[in-house]
């Protein structure tokens, strides 16, 4: 892997996408920064390359949103996270990536859809409290999905919009979701060989971009008001469902 200009010019921006993403709406669409990457380097260099970054960015916006989130859905999801991404440890060799991505980009737009007239109607959302079943679902396919491809903000995003949070409350709560579940990740990279020298220097390379694109997030999410704000989330989750989609078929 060489650190071209070409390089620079297609990561970066992806980098501070994903910050932004993560910052301040969600990480639905991170996931999009490593299928960028992975269309000038070997994928699983993409992969070792964004966790790290990944990582980073959730380092910088747990101190924003600290102890904003709904803990009683956070901790459901990242207890299921674990095993979650234990399975993807040990199908990461095996896993199709292209049916993983049909199934959560079809259960995104699926999601959406069911979804239209909250989005279209003007009324702030409304609280829900869904079975603990649903949340330990969730967090155990964000866990895989996160794991073999780095997509699991739409599982995740599907199961904190249908709780009807508010929008601090919402990203704070993926914010640690993702912070915890990436942790998780790490160790088993390593021992995958996910990292390599040439990973390490393209994160030295584009840690600044992270970090820039994490405090665009954070005050975006500050700026945009509530209804905006899920406006948003929603958009990202429908591009990122057809975005998976497409690669999964094409």
């Not at 959730?58 to 600290?66: F, I, K, N, S, V």
């Not at 991505?101 to 979804?115: D, E, F, N, P």
């Not at 904190?160 to 949070?165: A, I, R, T, V």
């Not at 975006?220 to 948003?232: G, Q, T, Y």
Request: net charge positive; hydrophobic share 60%; aromatic share 12%.
């Amino acid at each position: 892997m060489e650190l071209s200009w070409t390089f620079l010019a297609i990561a970066g921006p992806a980098v501070v996408f994903a910050g932004i993403s993560k910052g301040g709406f969600g990480s639905g669409a991170a996931f999009a920064a490593a299928s960028i990457l992975a269309l000038v380097i070997e994928p699983g260099q993409a992969l070792g390359i964004m966790l790290p970054l990944l990582m980073l960015i959730d380092a910088l916006t747990l101190r924003p949103y600290w102890r904003q989130w709904d803990w009683a859905a956070a901790r459901v999801m990242i207890a299921a996270g674990l095993p979650g991404v234990a399975l993807g440890a040990v199908f990461y060799q095996w896993a199709s990536a292209d049916a993983i991505r049909l199934v959560i980009g079809g259960m995104s737009l699926l999601y959406v859809a069911s979804q239209l007239k909250r989005i279209i109607a003007p009324e702030p959302p409304e609280r829900r409290k869904l079975p603990l079943w649903v949340g330990a679902l969730a967090g155990c396919v964000t866990g895989f999905t996160s794991f073999v491809s780095h997509a699991g903000g739409p599982p995740a995003a599907v199961y904190l919009l249908s709780l009807g949070l508010s929008k601090t409350a919402y990203q704070a709560s993926s914010v640690l979701i993702f912070w915890a579940i990436n942790i998780f990740k790490f160790v088993p990279y390593a021992f995958l060989g996910i990292f390599t020298l040439d990973t390490a220097k393209a994160n030295v390379v584009l840690a600044p971009f992270a970090v820039l694109g994490t405090f665009l997030g954070v005050w975006l999410h500050r700026k945009i008001p509530e209804r905006a704000f899920f406006l948003v989330a929603f958009s990202l989750l429908t591009v990122t469902g057809g975005k998976l989609i497409w690669d999964a078929l094409t």
